[in-house]
């Protein structure tokens, strides 16, 4: 009996082709109910999801309300560079310190752990009914009810409760300067900072300091910026703690003033315009407008805060005579120079993503002589247009999917073509890079406009594993996994003729080094990173520590279950005599022509070499 095949229905068959996308979509649910619960499951935004950054998503550009859906066969365009694995260029320093980046997080996590731990005695032992007010001094409660009361005032960050580490977001520690034809490298290494010659030909960093300043122990720097007027003035900047130098012409450090504060520092930059200005962020939304020249600063309270200090990442970047950018982790706000007033407000980014849950803003970049910020996502880099803010609505007109598995902190660029830029983007965790290429924007955007495809640089952990795999950088008593796996706290990105360069650095110290270099020099680029970093090994020593014996096991039992074996006896169980094969078998099987005849050949020819290889040798 044949069952009758059921036809296939079309979905689509009553909807207009011809239509534009928007109000295909708009009508969509109400027409064809099928057809839009397709389209909600492929396409509309998703909750939070793990390896997010798995899924495909592709760049998009922003289009009119009449596009008809039709790209140009060139839209995604490749990046048209490679890299080459990285190199570390400076020499081995800080060998017995600790990743300072990790400890907030690995404090925190260890105090949650604890804290845990105490409501779980809490509940099993119903500590609330034990709880007795014996008068208005005095109360009666359980052991426990006071240890989870001192651990819960013990919170090693009470502002801090996130996956990566926003206090050290911004710039970065790692800055590039030219003084009187000569380039320097800024960079911290814990709480110092150092100014160290750099050669940008053949990319190397000199080993002794031109200058140094301590910040003091208890004093982390997170955050470099600089400005140069008449001379350079450096501004860093600590969790409680702010220090505004200078850089004199003899090449040292002079302090000029700090500035310390209860509330932690989020954020600080140098204005574009006024030069001598610096704006200062607080966790509780507080700006500070501080004149480097007459040390007198402006606070304002920033009107798009709320009372909420947890993870109040914010950061004020200002570009233009006219108006500043505050941008928090869910919006970013234009403010007026003049009055202080918030003329413009964007909070539209779970509208526009892919993952609402996890797409709140990690990095914002407002560079010099541009009207366009970008701002980087768990999950994107977005483009938002301000050249008209003060006539229109601020709107994003590009998308890119970075593909990172962790938020990117830092961002950088720098000019490739002359109508192309490229863009950096680095996330705090080893080697977490991605690199996007941008064309320069014209006045406004249009579906002709082609997108690139954004490109990750290869890790200095597979370099590692390479150099393994040759037998190199394999010392047991000084592994360099967890060296080489610190965490990053700044990156820069050059341009040299042909070529683009990525710096990072990592928070101890060790500068990264990748050469991006256009597809047409692959077969002229030389690779020698496994032996550059088998060098940069050789010196890295650390501690030796003597074994101690912390546990011995009972094996009593399992060894009265043994038996003594003789020589004999253990040789013959693993003598395993092979049958040889029956060549008159074989010869039956090429007369009967059960298999194909070319296979006779190949036989004979194997038994003839044999013979004359056995006669040769009886000679």
Known sequence: MSIPSKKQKCITSDLDNTAPVKQILDELPHKNGEAFKFYAKNLLQKPLLPKHWLRPSYPLNTFDEDWDGQLLHNYFEPLGFKSLPPKIINSIRNVDRKDPVTDYISNKLEWKKQLSDCKIAFANNKCEEDVEILNEDVISCPKLVV???????????????????????????????????????????????????????????????????????????????????????????????????????????????????????????????????????????????????????????????????????????????????NVTRNSVCVYDKRTNDIEHYYKLIKTIVDEPHCNKISVARQFEGTDHLYFGTSHHLFVLDLRFVKKYQLDVIQRWTHGMEFPPIYMDKCNIQSNRDMLCLSSQWCEDIC?????????????????????????????????????????????????????????????????????????????????????????????????????????????????????????????????????????????????????????????????????????????????????????
């Open 435 to 619: 690199v996007v290429a941008d064309y320069k924007k014209s006045e406004f955007l249009t579906q002709s406009s082609n997108v690139s495809m954004p490109y990750r640089p290869p890790s200095i952990l597979s370099v590692l594993q390479e150099a393994r795999e040759q037998l190199l950088c394999d010392d047991f008593y000084n592994p360099l996994d967890c060296r080489l796996n610190s965490s990053i706290c700044g990156n820069k990105l050059l341009n040299l003729n042909d070529t683009c360069d990525i710096l990072t650095l990592n928070s101890l110290g060790d500068i990264t080094h990748h050469m991006l270099y256009p597809d047409h020099m692959q077969g002229i680029v030389e690779d020698d990173s496994v032996q550059s970093l088998y060098e940069w090994s050789k010196s890295y020593k650390i501690e030796t520590k003597p074994f101690h014996v912390t546990t011995i096991f009972n094996i009593a039992d399992a060894w009265k279950k043994l038996r003594k074996v003789s020589h004999d006896e253990m040789l013959s169980q693993y003598d395993s005599t092979t049958s040889k094969f029956d060549e008159n078998e074989i010869w039956q099987v090429f007369e009967n022509e059960e298999v194909d005849i070319e296979l006779k050949e190949v036989w004979m020819e194997a038994n003839n070499a044999t013979e004359e290889t056995s006669i040769a040798s009886d000679l």
């Open 147 to 325: 240890t989870t009361a001192e651990l819960l005032k013990k919170d090693p960050e009470p502002y801090f409760d996130d996956t990566y580490n926003w206090y050290y977001a911004g710039f970065g520690n790692l800055q590039l300067l030219s003084l009187e034809g000569k380039d320097y490298i800024l960079y911290s290494e814990f709480s110092k900072l150092y100014l160290k010659e750099f050669d940008k030909k053949h990319i190397k960093v000199t080993s002794d300091a031109c200058a140094s300043f301590d910040c003091s122990q208890e004093h982390n720097i997170l955050e470099i910026v600089y400005t140069i007027m008449q001379i350079p003035v450096i501004a860093l900047r600590t969790r409680n703690k702010l220090f505004i130098l200078k850089l004199l012409a003899d090449r040292t450090f002079e302090k000029i003033s700090s500035l310390d504060s209860d509330i932690p520092y989020v954020g600080i930059s140098f204005d574009g315009y006024h030069k001598k200005v610096l704006n200062v962020t607080r966790l509780d939304g507080v700006l500070f407008l501080i004149n480097i020249e007459t040390l007198l600063a402006k606070k304002i309270l920033l009107k798009s805060h709320k009372n909420k200090k947890l993870n109040n990442w914010n950061v004020v970047l200002s570009a233009k005579n006219n108006y500043y950018l």
